[in-house]
């Protein structure tokens, strides 16, 4: 069974940092681990992963330079630093893991990512 849990969320005020993590457990090795968001009134938008094979992290446009995202392999743990925060990263953040097994590329796509966490809520006040 695999199981992915974020935490983190909160209350921020714009400029100010959060980091989230995503804990996941069973059949995780071999697969890339998404992050994605999901703001008010609109559809979940892919923003970062990692590669199964490098563990090398990948970000969408929309925050590169902003948001970083770690690995703890002993804990089964991605991490997602958020700096400089703007009132419009205002969402409920997922994490998830790729569909397909060994992906050769990035996986950006929603429907390429068959298990979900349930998500932390990130508000940032302006």
């Known amino acids: 069974q695999v199981q992915l849990v974020e935490s983190g969320g909160g209350l921020v005020q714009a400029g100010g940092s959060l980091r989230l993590s995503c804990a996941y457990s069973g059949r995780t090795f071999g697969y890339d681990i998404g992050w994605f968001r999901q703001a008010p009134g609109k559809g979940r938008e892919f923003f970062g992963g990692?590669?199964?094979?490098?563990?090398?992290?990948y970000y969408a446009d929309s925050v590169k330079g902003r948001f970083a995202i770690s690995r703890d392999k002993a804990k089964n743990t991605d991490y997602l630093q958020m700096n400089s925060l703007k009132s419009e990263d205002t969402a409920v953040y997922y994490c998830?893991?790729?569909?397909?097994?060994?992906?050769?590329?990035?996986?950006?796509?929603?429907?390429?990512?068959?298990?979900w966490g349930k998500g932390t809520l990130v508000t940032v006040s302006s």
């Open positions: 998830a893991r790729s569909r397909e097994l060994f992906p050769a590329g990035e996986v950006r796509a929603h429907d390429e990512y068959d298990y």
């Open positions: 990692t590669t199964w094979s490098s563990e090398t992290p």
